[in-house]
């Protein structure tokens, strides 16, 4: 019985946690991901409200999830709040319960959105900050918005969140010190510890960008560093970068799996796409965004997943072009 909220435990995740807290005072707070939210959702007691935000639906998973959706629905209620790309072929009015869908904003917008009622206006804020983290903040309702703020603090605030929570990565207790925080509308910069682990997160985070033009290895079109100590994301980007390539790919090694993060700055390329039609073989889990993916793959299929991407990618530059321009940035 109760309130619980399951969100994701990044920045627009975080901040969609907050905003539902905000709506639903005193519920409880989960962080979970794709590949966990079948099981996560198995802690739900029946007949409990619950809002699922900013939690892709796995395509491998999804009828073990659908199922916990209908076990909440059943006597409960389920609110299901999200922006990612659904499976495919799936039909999102399947999902029981009122569903709050869409490609065209961060969650967080979407989740201030749907429970606009329920909030003070200026923790319209808060949504902002997940908007500016999701690289979605320049939507109408983030333009109107903004005319209440100056953009340049709400930046700042954005920077201290995003490398605080980065520098947090499992700390889910900490993360929900936060989300209480920001669902009191308080400022990011207030909270002491997450301004040291920010700036922590941030000086590690340089000291990676310099180690990866050592450690990037180059296949074709896709740039790659294996456990970069650090954001697998950011590391994609920096492993995209230090070798000119359309996709970077950061790899953390987990016993006999690897997390995967990928990246591109290609308009051309849907990293999302390239994921769902990976062959069944490389038994590689994962989704996302066109520009931004993630994946969980056995370890012992990391370079055929490598050389798979690079089949993949579509669009008009050169096979060749990212590794040529590796060797001249060395040379």
Same mark, same amino acid.
């Given at each position: 019985?109760?309130?619980?909220? @399951?969100?994701?435990?990044?920045?627009?995740?975080?901040?969609?946690? *907050? =905003?539902?807290?905000?709506?639903?005072?005193?519920?409880?707070? =989960?962080?979970?991901?794709?590949?966990? @939210?079948?099981?996560?959702?198995?802690?739900?007691?029946?007949?409990?409200?619950?809002?699922?935000?900013?939690?892709?639906?796995?395509?491998?998973?999804?009828?073990?999830?659908?199922?916990?959706?209908?076990?909440?629905?059943?006597?409960?209620?389920?609110?299901?709040?999200?922006?990612?790309?659904?499976?495919?072929?799936?039909?999102?009015?399947?999902?029981?319960?009122?569903?709050? %869908?869409?490609?065209?904003?961060?969650?967080?917008?979407?989740?201030?959105?749907?429970?606009?009622?329920?909030?003070?206006?200026?923790?319209?804020?808060?949504?902002?900050?997940?908007?500016?983290?999701?690289?979605?903040?320049?939507?109408?309702?983030?333009?109107?918005?903004?005319?209440?703020?100056?953009?340049?603090?709400? %930046?700042?605030?954005?920077?201290?969140?995003?490398?605080?929570?980065?520098?947090?990565?499992?700390?889910?207790?900490?993360?929900?010190?936060?989300?209480?925080?920001?669902?009191?509308?308080?400022?990011?910069?207030?909270?002491?510890?997450?301004?040291?682990?920010?700036?922590?997160?941030?000086?590690?985070?340089?000291?990676?960008?310099?180690?990866?033009?050592?450690?990037?290895?180059?296949?074709?079109?896709?740039?790659?560093?294996?456990?970069?100590?650090?954001? @697998?994301?950011?590391?994609?980007?920096?492993?995209?970068?230090?070798?000119?390539?359309?996709?970077?790919?950061?790899?953390?090694?987990?016993?006999?799996?690897?997390?995967?993060? =990928?990246?591109?700055?290609?308009? #051309?390329? #849907?990293? #999302?796409?390239?994921?769902?039609? =990976?062959?069944?073989?490389?038994?590689?889990?994962?989704?996302?965004?066109?520009?931004?993916?993630?994946?969980?793959?056995? *370890?012992? #299929?990391?370079?055929?997943?490598?050389?798979?991407?690079?089949?993949?990618? @579509?669009? /008009?530059?050169?096979? /060749?072009?990212?590794?040529?321009?590796?060797?001249?940035?060395?040379?």
């Amino acid at each position: 019985m109760g309130s619980w909220i @399951l969100t994701h435990g990044d920045c627009d995740g975080v901040c969609s946690g *907050s =905003l539902a807290l905000a709506a639903f005072p005193g519920s409880e707070v =989960l962080f979970t991901h794709p590949y966990a @939210l079948d099981h996560d959702l198995k802690a739900v007691p029946d007949g409990s409200h619950v809002v699922v935000c900013d939690v892709a639906l796995s395509h491998q998973k999804i009828h073990d999830v659908l199922a916990e959706f209908r076990r909440v629905a059943d006597g409960g209620k389920l609110v299901y709040v999200d922006h990612h790309p659904p499976p495919p072929n799936f039909n999102m009015k399947s999902i029981p319960g009122d569903v709050v %869908y869409g490609e065209d904003a961060c969650a967080s917008e979407l989740v201030f959105r749907v429970f606009n009622d329920r909030l003070d206006a200026e923790l319209g804020r808060v949504f902002i900050y997940g908007a500016m983290a999701d690289y979605s903040d320049n939507t109408p309702l983030v333009r109107e918005h903004l005319k209440n703020w100056d953009k340049r603090t709400l %930046y700042f605030e954005t920077g201290i969140l995003v490398q605080g929570l980065m520098g947090s990565r499992k700390d889910h207790d900490f993360k929900r010190k936060v989300v209480s925080a920001l669902s009191r509308n308080e400022l990011p910069s207030g909270d002491e510890e997450l301004v040291k682990r920010a700036i922590r997160e941030t000086l590690e985070e340089e000291e990676m960008r310099v180690r990866i033009k050592s450690m990037v290895k180059v296949e074709g079109r896709v740039a790659y560093v294996v456990d970069p100590q650090g954001s @697998l994301g950011k590391a994609a980007i920096y492993a995209m970068a230090a070798a000119g390539s359309t996709v970077g790919v950061a790899a953390e090694t987990r016993g006999e799996m690897m997390d995967v993060s =990928l990246r591109t700055a290609d308009r #051309n390329v #849907n990293l #999302n796409s390239v994921i769902l039609h =990976l062959p069944p073989e490389l038994k590689v889990q994962g989704g996302g965004h066109g520009a931004a993916a993630g994946a969980r793959l056995p *370890s012992e #299929n990391f370079r055929g997943f490598i050389k798979e991407v690079d089949d993949k990618l @579509l669009g /008009k530059l050169d096979l /060749k072009k990212g590794e040529e321009a590796y060797r001249k940035r060395q040379s």
